[in-house]
Structures are given as structure tokens and as C-alpha cells.
């Protein structure tokens, strides 16, 4: 997992299989309150007035997922996919092969940061357990494997 403040980190060739949750996740903190409700008692510096602010940083920024597979994910948590992420940007999956999971195989769940390019993966037998959507989910941002 990629937590808040994280700069180019690559994950590559790794193999991920017969896990209860994700294989990969990768998600920020934005500072749109006083205190981070994720780390409490710890203040944020610069909280804006209102609204969601990146400008302070604590977010996965460049992140590089290249070669990995997975495949039986999920076995109890039925929300997982091979990766996901949130409130993290510019991130790169390419060339994964991930199949047999309860839903998406890859979730972006918001276009927080932009520049995300995910291509070149083997997604399939996804969605096993729900019928919402394809192999891959996106909150808010247009979305291809």
C-alpha cells in the first residue's frame, strides 16, 4: 500500500494471488479540513477555506506499476481489485495481466492530480461477484485498460 506522501514508486514484476483484500492500493490525504480525520490530532497546514486542496503534497505522485499479475483477489473483501487508488496522480499501470476478481480489476475512484496512464494490461474474468461495471472502475475520469 502507498500512503500519503510518496514519490515515484515502482511496483514491477511481482506476483499477487489468493489475497483477502487489493493487491495494490495507492491513496493521498488532501488537506480540506483543520485536523486529518484519517490521522487524528494531526494538523494540516494551510487547510483551505473549503473545498479539496493537494497543494500540500500527501499524496502518491508518479507511481509506476509495470509487469505485475494477479489473480484470485478479493476472497473477503468484496470492494477490491488488482489496484486501486484515490486521491493520487500521474500514475502509470502498463503491461499487468489481472483476472479472477470480485469486481474491477483496476479502480481509479476519483481524477484527483490527472495524468494517469493505464495501458497495455490483461484484464479479464472480473466482476465475478457484482454486475455494475467492466473490467475497471473510474469515480469521475474517462477510463481504458
Known amino acids: 500500500m502507498l500512503s500519503g506522501y510518496n514519490r515515484n514508486a515502482t511496483i514491477s514484476h511481482s506476483d499477487f494471488s489468493f489475497l483477502g483484500g487489493n493487491a495494490i492500493a495507492s ?8 485536523t486529518d480525520p484519517g490521522r487524528p490530532g494531526v494538523p494540516l497546514a494551510h487547510a483551505p477555506a473549503a473545498g479539496v486542496d493537494g497543494t500540500d503534497g500527501e499524496h502518491p ?9 494477479a489473480r484470485e483477489v478479493g476472497l473477503y473483501e468484496k470492494q477490491s481489485a488488482f489496484y486501486v487508488q484515490a486521491k493520487t496522480a500521474m500514475t502509470k499501470i ?9 469486481r474491477a480489476g483496476i479502480n481509479v475512484n476519483d481524477g484527483f492530480g490527472g495524468g494517469d496512464d493505464i495501458s497495455r494490461n ?23 485498460v
Not at 491513496?27 to 483543520?34: L, R
Not at 505522485?61 to 509487469?67: A, F, I
Not at 466482476?127 to 475520469?141: L, P
Open 27 to 34: 491513496w493521498g490525504f488532501t488537506n480540506e479540513t483543520a
Open 61 to 69: 505522485l508518479g507511481t509506476l506499476v509495470l509487469g505485475c499479475v
Open 94 to 102: 502498463m503491461g499487468n495481466v489481472f483476472f479472477n476478481g470480485p
Open 122 to 144: 490483461l484484464v479479464f474474468s472480473t466482476c465475478r461477484e457484482s454486475g455494475d461495471h467492466g473490467v475497471g472502475g473510474a469515480g469521475h475520469s474517462r477510463f481504458s
